[in-house]
């Protein structure tokens, strides 16, 4: 089968013959219909710092995905084959103190496809059968194969109360956009949304933020002025840029709560007396609660909201490069490949 391997420690991917994964106990194999190019696989794409420190070469790379059930291994049951299936792409231990009480996304011993095992750039993949997600009839497969990102953008955006609140969403990269559709879906006031991509804070806008704000040629303060505002109820960091976090710690009202899904460079620095002396509240995200987030994700879909706006392009997997080069450029939200 084809499977888009990490082949070199350099910068590339490579789109290689492998053999089809056999399914064990427990797992199902999957064929590929869609697969979705995620910042990760962009760094891995790069072969950045974190890549090198992370990713063994040989790698199949990819963990948003839909596809079809074409073979089920020993001790399935509540699956077909035929089935069209994402899944949670976080593989948890299942015996930790967390893993038992039912807080999946905190398992200590967690396993990424396409990081710590071959992923969803491939013709075939196998999963086990328990992190499955299936996908109703009504929700076409280019918008299934990026619940994983989508479910980033819900755990986040739903951590907190929104409803009539203020909220900033520093950073509209495909997450933040989400996210900003998301903040309005469910009801906030303000949906301040900071990038320095004008591209990506049009999109942002289309999908429901109420003010975006280029943080290159304005400042978020005169924004806030503009809208008579005084602080910020909740912020949501998607940028994993210290300067868009310093502005948001800036920019929060007294009692503020920060749901933090960026991934900051190490020793990033944080003026803490904003966060001490305004009593802020600060929260790690990380994946998607499992299953919880998957089950809002795929009803807000069903009840209208509109996550086709992110879905800027959709390409045959073959011009795979065309794709990561958009990803490098910024110049789309979702890229979606097809495998046939
Ligand atoms: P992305 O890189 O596509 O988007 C980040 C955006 O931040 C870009 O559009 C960039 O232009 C913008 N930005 C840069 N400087 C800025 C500034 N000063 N102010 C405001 N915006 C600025 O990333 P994404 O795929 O949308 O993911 C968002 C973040 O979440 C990334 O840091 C990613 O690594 C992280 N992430 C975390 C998890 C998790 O589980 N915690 C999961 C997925 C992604
Ligand atoms: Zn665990």
Redesign the pocket.
Known sequence: MKALVKRHAEKGLWMEEVPVPEVGPNEVLIKLEKTAI???D??IYKWDEWSQRTIKPGLTIGHEFVGRIVEIGPGVTGYKIGDRVSAEGHIVCGHCRNCRAGRQHLCPNTIGIGVNRNGAFAEYMTMPASNLWPIPDQIPSELAAFFD?YG?AA??ALEFDLVGEDVLI????????IAAGIAKHVGARNVVV????DY?LKLAADMGATRVVN??NQSLKDVMKDLHMEGFDVGLE????P??FN?MLDGMYHGGKIA?????PKGAGIDWDRVIFKGLTLQ?????RMFETWYKMTQMVLTGFPLQKVLTHQIHIDDFQKGFDL?DA?VCGKVVCSWY
């Open positions: 995620c910042g990760t962009l760094h990102p980033n755990h986040c520093t950073g509209a990269g495909p997450i933040g956009i900071t990038d320095v991509n990506r943080v290159a998607m940028s994993g840029n300067r868009a502005d933090l899904l960026g991934i900051l790690g995200i990380y994946g998607r990803m910024g």
